[in-house]
T-cell receptor
Framework: GAVVSQHPSRVICKSGTSVKIECRSL??????MFWYRQFPKQSLMLMAT?????????EQGVEKDKFLINHASLTLSTLTVTSAHPEDSSFYIC?????????????FGEGSRLTVL | QKEVEQNSGPLSVPEGAIASLNCTYS??????FFWYRQYSGKSPELIMS????GDKEDGRFTAQLNKASQYVSLLIRDSQPSDSATYLC?????????????FGTGTRLTIIP
């Protein structure tokens, strides 16, 4: 149980294009999902908290107009990197908390490696 | 500001020995604690969760929590080369809800065959 699926796992795009990453909770409902970014040999950096049916909460320094988050259902959140640039190349990971468990555990998707040329 | 501190390592341990990973946290109100394992190029995987003082064992893994000292550790017995990874400590201020986890920077563990 508590499986989180993320797609695509790898994406290469040209500078200036937009890229959408999907995060799905497969066997549980997730009222809240979290989006992280991780650069090589660095720890996870929380970008935003995605809340089902409401606006995402962004961490300080993260541009909400550049990283669009939509959490339209209890099992799906999407992150769109708009007008991507080479400095946006990173490993993006989503995570979700099972609303049916009172344990606080986060379950992570497989991650999406974005390379912007 | 809530902080979670880990020794970044690298920590090298001979195969078959016990690996000991440590973590301290600043928020005395923290209630739930987690250890994640992350292989290079992969996303974190939950290894252990612990909520009350004392030890919690799961196979070769033992988590230890001391809330008075604001300290949580992970012991890996009979270390295997496959245990080589970065281990992330994470802390939550409550046992449930939508609060975000605060992660440490991770300890890189290498098991030497």
């Amino acid at each position: 149980g508590a499986v989180v699926s993320q797609h695509p796992s790898r994406v290469i795009c040209k500078s200036g294009t937009s890229v959408k990453i999907e995060c799905r909770s497969l066997d549980f409902q997730a009222t809240t999902m979290f989006w992280y970014r991780q650069f090589p040999k660095q720890s996870l950096m929380l970008m935003a908290t995605s809340n089902e049916g409401s606006k995402a909460t962004y961490e300080q320094g993260v541009e909400k107009d550049k990283f669009l988050i939509n959490h339209a259902s209890l099992t799906l959140s999407t992150l769109t990197v708009t007008s991507a640039h080479p400095e946006d190349s990173s490993f993006y990971i989503c995570s979700a908390r099972d609303a049916g468990r009172n344990t606080g555990e986060l379950f992570f998707g497989e991650g999406s490696r974005l390379t912007v040329l | 500001q809530k902080e979670v501190e880990q020794n970044s390592g690298p920590l090298s341990v001979p195969e078959g020995a016990i690996a000991s990973l440590n973590c301290t946290y600043s928020d005395r109100g923290s209630q739930s604690f987690f250890w994640y394992r992350q292989y290079s190029g992969k996303s974190p995987e939950l290894i252990m969760s612990i909520y009350s003082n004392g030890d919690k064992e799961d196979g070769r893994f033992t988590a230890q929590l001391n809330k008075a000292s604001q300290y949580v550790s992970l012991l890996i017995r009979d270390s295997q080369p496959s245990d080589s990874a970065t281990y992330l400590c994470a802390v939550n201020e409550a046992n449930f809800g939508n609060e975000k986890l605060t992660f440490g920077t991770g300890t890189r563990l290498t098991i030497i065959p």
